[in-house]
């Protein structure tokens, strides 16, 4: 699936790393999608040697937010299928530590695939 992987994060050093959903798609409640972002994440650290903390106040150094369209990084989304998300490095800027969704894609919960809708769970490894 669509992936930018050019956006990829690189060369991290292991450490805990805080990281706050934002926004939220309109077909998930944000109970689901907190929990989705969050066993992804756990998903993401089990491969490697970084560790994730959900923080629902103040600065955090991964930000998830569903965003549709043009929203401002120059990376517009392009609606329903193809790309599915793309993260930003942490690091000075304003975009550091961005990882947008394409809020007009179809978020699923639980892996239910059926027709052109994505499974939550899975995405943010892959775009990681
Ligand atoms: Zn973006």
Request: cysteine-free; charged content about 20%; aromatic content about 12%.
């Amino acid at each position: 699936m669509g992936f930018s992987r050019d956006r990829l994060f690189i060369g991290w050093s292991p450490g805990i790393f805080s990281s706050r959903v934002d926004s939220f798609p309109v077909s998930l409640s944000q109970e689901s999608t907190r929990q989705l972002i969050g066993s992804a994440l756990y998903a993401w650290s089990r491969e490697s040697n970084l560790d994730f903390k959900e923080t629902r106040t103040g600065d955090a150094d991964i930000r998830v937010s569903f965003v549709e369209g043009s929203h401002g990084d120059g990376y517009p989304f392009d609606g329903p299928g193809g790309t599915l998300g793309h993260a930003f490095f942490p690091g000075v800027g304003s975009s550091a530590g961005a990882t947008h969704m394409d809020a007009d894609e179809s978020w699923t919960y639980n892996g239910k695939m059926a027709g052109g809708e994505n499974h939550l769970a899975a995405a943010p490894p892959h775009l990681f």
